[in-house]
């Protein structure tokens, strides 16, 4: 039975994208409006949902963050959203790492593509590990949420992974949020000041990454 782990494991996985593709939750995942919506039809329990957009928009890698974060900036605020995004992110983080863990580098080469999977190993071999991991999941454009499920692979120590993971999130997540409840507020100037930093930063650390990256003659 063990043998057959890693298959049982991916068909599990395909069938649950193809659920949330038919079903059309994938597109009200990319809705700022029907995310909104979710979040303050519920009353108290808007948080839970909140919690769940946030694990699910991870664990169905597909769906772009950077809208179900913004809608948490918009509904909750700019702190709460962000507290409320990064514990539904790590937790779904963490459920990626372990079903990766489950399924195996075979199914996980064929789901997520072997440059995503030899990414991680580059990452997780380095000299330093931590360093690099907590780099991978900073990068702007980088796919952090399809890198949960390698790092499974990985024999990285989850409480490691969760941990490093969620501070290299932080910077565009708080990004997110606080454009978000920048907008609610219609303070579009503190929205430019916001983006254009956020864009800065990223800038630099490419650039960085660039510089790092040439070899020394």
Known sequence: MKRFTPYIAAIALALIFAAVWRTGLLSQLSDHEALVAAMRSSGSSGYLICLAIQFAQVVVFMIPGEITQFAAGYVFGAWKGFLLSLVGIMLGSAVAYGFGKVAGRP????????????????????????????????????????????????????????????????????????????????????????????AAMAAAFWLYQRKSAKPRS
């Open 107 to 198: 199914a996980l080469s064929k789901l997520l593509g072997e440059k995503t999977m030899e990414r991680v190993d580059r990452a997780v071999l380095s000299p330093k590990a931590p360093t690099a991991m907590f780099l991978l999941f900073l990068l702007p454009g980088a796919p952090k949420d399809a890198m949960s499920y390698g790092a499974g692979v990985s024999g990285f120590p989850l409480g490691k992974f969760v941990l490093i993971s969620g501070l290299g999130r932080i910077p565009a997540l708080l990004a997110s949020t606080l454009i978000g409840a920048q907008v609610y507020d219609r303070d579009y100037a503190s929205v430019a000041i916001t983006a254009a930093a956020a």
